[in-house]
């Protein structure tokens, strides 16, 4: 939950509704029952070469070629100029080039160009699953695609290395490119500058 605290009127340094406090709080999770709206307001359509998850106003469609979600269409117009793809990189802090580890950690950044689609299939009436073999095979990825409530898909990502021995990973997520008309963002979490565990009073 987000609040923030703004002035109710304009004072002599700021103007009615300037922000001087904000807070984030996180609730406890809260276990329920998954539910699909696939039934009610979803169809996924299969032909050549792609899967595509489609209601009224939103269409995703996943390559069966990558095995990545290429389209997300809302009311017709693009949300995505590039594929959604697993990221194990991120550009390394001072401390970190100080340490070497843009040299140590090299392996994770370029996994994907070497990534082979084992399998795409439609497990369930709302679930599509692609997985890869990474690491010249000593690697399994795998990627859910679920459908959910809201328009929404959920990506689950799991990584699972069978054999060899590797660096940590610097980071496990996912990225994407969006459209440019898509410039407004909402910060979710600690941020937005660069924190950490024992260094984030002031995020």
Not at 137 to 166: A, C, M, P, R, W
Request: proline share 3%; net charge neutral.
């Amino acid at each position: 939950m987000n609040f923030y605290i703004c002035h109710k009127n304009k004072t002599f340094h700021e103007n009615a509704g300037y922000e001087i406090v904000r807070g984030q709080f996180e609730f406890d999770s809260i276990l329920y029952e998954y539910k699909s709206m696939l039934v009610k307001n979803n169809e996924i359509q299969e032909n050549n070469s792609s899967f595509i998850i489609a209601n009224k106003e939103t269409q995703y469609k996943i390559d069966k070629k990558s095995g990545l979600i290429v389209s997300i269409q809302k009311n017709g117009k693009e949300q995505i100029k590039s594929p959604i793809e697993p990221c194990f990189w991120r550009p390394p802090n001072d401390n970190e080039y100080g340490a070497g580890l843009q040299k140590k950690l090299i392996v994770w950044k370029d996994v994907m160009k070497t990534a082979k689609l084992k399998s795409i299939s439609h497990e369930s009436e709302y679930s599509i699953v692609s997985e890869w073999s990474i690491l010249n095979n000593d690697g399994i990825l795998k990627i859910e695609y679920k459908i959910g409530e809201f328009n929404s898909i959920n990506v689950s990502t799991t990584l699972q290395i069978n054999k060899g021995d590797y660096p940590m990973m610097p980071r496990f997520g996912l990225v994407t490119t969006v459209a440019k008309e898509l410039d407004s963002v909402t910060w979710y979490g600690r941020g937005p500058w660069e924190n950490y565990w024992d260094r984030k009073q002031s995020a």
